[in-house]
Every structure is written in structure tokens, then in C-alpha cells.
């Protein structure tokens, strides 16, 4: 059997066998077992580095299983040992479905590996371009400062807005500080080095983007971006983290862009500012790991059991219903009343309504979603759509090393594949998408191709220069970092 065969034929035994282990009869802890199955399906993506499989950090299918093993596998086991058994979320106790929701969640991780591992994208290189594509840095300013203006402009009438049209069409302008992202990051793709004006001026625009949402306490909106910039930073060389790295940053990172935030953002305003945040929990770790394991953050596993005791015995599949709202979402609803409802809409108003009312909003994993519209079947066809996007994706970025609109998509979008697993697709995907369209409009706008020739006479004019200045029409174009 092929490696790929084999694979294959662990991702189907490890899908079709879920509803058999549930089913048995006798098992003193069926949750603990499903437990142990979603371990190993956590586990997969380790499979085949054992038959010769090149590791590559930056596969797509590492952080979908890291992303499902946080939510599906640490967090039950920690709910497993807990005295008195599994307790309760929200004053609703999961527990008669948990091994049932871990069992969803199985079924939908089977299909993501099912379909990763199945497609095989072209082995042939793209085809070849007649010349490489630059940035016409005359227009490249010019997109970046309308950017600029069009994110001033919308965040100045955010803060003029006051009373409760706040919270509709003006509650869209929070965002507006996000448009600096973008603009940075193409930036620093057209920057010759790191250490140029250009690259430099892109940072800070990204950093600054960032300041409302950390601030906040929003980190599905800062970590993303912070994860785009370290995939751009290695992509553009060429080259990966070492393991050792990324095992000394893991701490920090968790420590000052989850878990002070958190805290920060669900503390009364009497007790102090972000920094007093991030001093009490870099000098007490222990209390932050068990905070992100007792609250909100990784509770989406309770929740979805939760959600199963409701639907579709209380609340009815919704039959794409969720979906089609997800793509109406930026016509406001005040002038739209009839617009449908969320997904997450749907099931706070049904579960926990005195919630719901206070526009509290829990989050119920990917597959939350899929099964809140189809039951299993949409589960599964989630986790296989998921898995063919998640592979393409990857190997155009392969396959395409130095293209730098390949370079830029692919790292504004693996990090979502965490944010995906905590909340769904219709919940976070305008997080991704306000960074990834005014990016994918300013490479159309600012880059162009030109002669092979012509991009190494610009390359070597370009380093004589030493990457020029940011906002000099006349910079010559230089080609991407290699």
C-alpha cells in the first residue's frame, strides 16, 4: 500500500468508526474514549513523517490538527479530571453529549485529513511568466495613502458617533484601523530588505493597526495579523523557524497576546490597565494556562455538546440559512430588519437567552455551524471542503515560492485555520477578508510585469540605491525578495 493509501485508509477507519465506538455498550466513560479518538486523529498528520513525508512547519495540516487538539482533545481531558466530572458551561451541563459532540468533531477532522491527503494538486511547476511582476511604487504610494485616509476617515466618524447608532451601521467603522494592515503589508512585500524605509514604514502601519484591537482585548483580530507577519518575514527568505524556536516563543507569545488580553478585557475598569495585565500574568503562568482552559477561550467542545441537546429538537436545521447571512453580513441590519439571523445568533437566542439579550455571544467551534444547517452530513462535507482549500492553497504557495502574491495570501490566511477551528467560518471570515481584499486590490493596482531584462536591471538599480524612500514617486521598481 501506497503512503498515501495508507493515510487514506486511517483518516476513513478513524471517520466510519466514530459512531461504532459510541455506540458500544458497557464502556464505564464513552467521553473518555472519544477522548482517546480524537487524540489520535489529532495525532494523524504524524503519520506520514514516519513513511518519509518532508515536515514542513508551515503545512496547513499541522495547525488544523495543533488548532483540533487544543479545543477537541486538551480541553475535554481537562474537563475529564475535574472534580464532580465534567462541569457545567453557562449553567448548561454538556455532559450527557459530550462524547456525541466529540464524536461530530471526529467526523469533521476525518474529512479535512480525507480530502488534504486525497488531492494531489498538479506535480508540474505553474507555467512559466514571460517577465516578473513589480511594484510600480508611484501607485503603490498611492494606494497605501488612500488606505491610510480611507481608515482615518472611518475611524474619526466612529469616535464622532455617539448613543446607540453606535452599535449599527457606524459599529462597522471599528474596523476601519485594520485597512493599515494591508497597506503595510504590501509595503513590505515591494521592500528590497527588512531594514529599508520601506519595510520599516510597513511594520509600524501594521503595528498601528493593531493598537485599537490589542487594546481590546480582540485577539482574533491581532494574533492573525502578528502570525501574517512571521510566515511573510520567512517566506520571502525562503526558510522556516526551527522547532526550538517556536518552542521558546510558544510561552510568551501565550502569555501576552492570549491570555493578558483576555484578562484585561473581562476585568472591571477599576482594576488597572493592559500593562497591569501582562504583569500579573507573565509573573503567574500556572493561573493563566488553567484560566484558558476553565473559561471562553477553549470552551467550544462544551458548547457544541450543549448545542447538540437543541438542535434539531428544539431548533430546526437551518438548511444554509446561516450561510446565507454570512454573506449579507456587511448590509447593516438596521436597514435590513428581515436580514437572517447567525448561526451563533440562532443558538444564543435558543440556549441562553438572558445571554442573548446582553449580546453575550459564546462560540461553538468550526463545525458548529455545519451541523447547526445539516447535521452530520454538513459536517463532513465542511471537513472535506476545508481539507481540498487548505492543500491548494498550499501548493500554489510551493509550487510559486517567490510570488509574492502567493507569499502574501497564503500567510494572511494559514493563521486563520485557528481562528476557524474556535469560532466557524461565518463567524470569523470577514476578520480575514478585510485584510485579504484591499491586499489582493493593491497587488492588482501597484504590481505589473515587465521584461525579464528589464526586473534584473531594476534589481541591480534597486540595491545601488538601497531600496530608495518610502513616498519618492520616482523609486525605481524593484522585484521581490528572495
Known amino acids: 500500500m501506497s503512503k498515501r493509501g495508507g493515510v487514506l485508509v486511517a483518516a476513513v477507519v478513524a471517520g466510519l468508526g466514530v459512531p461504532l465506538v459510541v455506540s458500544l455498550p458497557g464502556l464505564q466513560n464513552i467521553t473518555a474514549v472519544m477522548v482517546l479518538v480524537t487524540a489520535g486523529l489529532a495525532a494523524m498528520p504524524l503519520v506520514p513523517l514516519v513513511f518519509g513525508r518532508t515536515f514542513d512547519i508551515f503545512e496547513p495540516v499541522y495547525i488544523f490538527a495543533a488548532s483540533f487538539a487544543v479545543v477537541f482533545v486538551f480541553k475535554p481531558a481537562w474537563d475529564l479530571t475535574q472534580p464532580g466530572g465534567v462541569p457545567p458551561f453557562a449553567g448548561e451541563s454538556p455532559e450527557a453529549t459530550y462524547a456525541a459532540a466529540l464524536a461530530v468533531a471526529a467526523i469533521g477532522a476525518a474529512g479535512f485529513y480525507f480530502a488534504y491527503y486525497l488531492h494531489r494538486p498538479s506535480s508540474e511547476a505553474a ?66 530588505s527588512w531594514a529599508s524605509h520601506r519595510a520599516i514604514t510597513g511594520l509600524f502601519l501594521v503595528t498601528l493597526s493593531q493598537v485599537p484591537a490589542f487594546i481590546g482585548g480582540a485577539r482574533s483580530w491581532t494574533l492573525p495579523v502578528l502570525a501574517a507577519l512571521a510566515l511573510l518575514f520567512y517566506l520571502k527568505r525562503r526558510s522556516r523557524p526551527r522547532l526550538a524556536w517556536i518552542a521558546l516563543a510558544s510561552m510568551p507569545v501565550f502569555l501576552l497576546f492570549v491570555s493578558a488580553p483576555r484578562d484585561y478585557r473581562g476585568a472591571p475598569a477599576s482594576q488597572g490597565s493592559i500593562i497591569d495585565s501582562v ?17 471562553g477561550d477553549t470552551s467550544m467542545a462544551p458548547d457544541l455538546a450543549i448545542e447538540l441537546r437543541y438542535v434539531p429538537s428544539r431548533l430546526d436545521y437551518q438548511l444554509g440559512a446561516t450561510y446565507v447571512e454570512a454573506l449579507l453580513r456587511p448590509i447593516p441590519r438596521a436597514w435590513w430588519p428581515s436580514k437572517p439571523a447567525a448561526a451563533d445568533t440562532e443558538l444564543m437566542e435558543v440556549i441562553w437567552p438572558a445571554f442573548y439579550n446582553q449580546q453575550v455571544g459564546f462560540a461553538f467551534s468550526a463545525f458548529g455551524e455545519p451541523y447547526l444547517n445539516f447535521g452530520i452530513a454538513g459536517v463532513a462535507v465542511f471537513g472535506l471542503v476545508a481539507g481540498v482549500i487548505c492543500r491548494v492553497l498550499y501548493s500554489w504557495m510551493t ?72 513616498l519618492m514617486g520616482a523609486e525605481p521598481s524593484t522585484p521581490s525578495l528572495r
Open 127 to 192: 507555467s512559466p511568466e514571460h517577465g516578473e511582476r513589480v511594484a510600480v511604487h508611484a501607485r503603490l504610494n498611492a494606494y497605501v495613502i488612500a488606505l491610510i485616509a480611507l481608515a482615518a476617515a472611518l475611524y474619526g466618524a466612529l469616535i464622532a458617533s455617539s448613543g446607540p447608532a453606535a452599535a449599527q451601521p457606524s459599529g462597522y467603522l471599528y474596523s476601519a484601523p485594520l485597512l493599515l494592515a494591508p497597506a503595510g503589508l504590501l509595503l513590505i512585500l515591494a521592500a528590497p
Open 399 to 470: 509550487r510559486r515560492p517567490g510570488s509574492q502574491v502567493a507569499q502574501a495570501v497564503f500567510a494572511v490566511s494559514w493563521p486563520f485555520v485557528f481562528v476557524y477551528m474556535r469560532g466557524g467560518i461565518g463567524v470569523d471570515y470577514q476578520r480575514q477578508l478585510i485584510i485579504l481584499v484591499p491586499l489582493l486590490v493593491g497587488y492588482a493596482f501597484a504590481w505589473r510585469q515587465v521584461p525579464e531584462d528589464r526586473a534584473r536591471l531594476d534589481s541591480l538599480t534597486a540595491q545601488s540605491h538601497g531600496g530608495g524612500q518610502f
Open 279 to 295: 504583569w500579573a500574568t507573565v509573573t503567574d503562568p500556572g493561573t493563566a494556562i488553567d484560566r484558558f482552559f476553565r473559561v
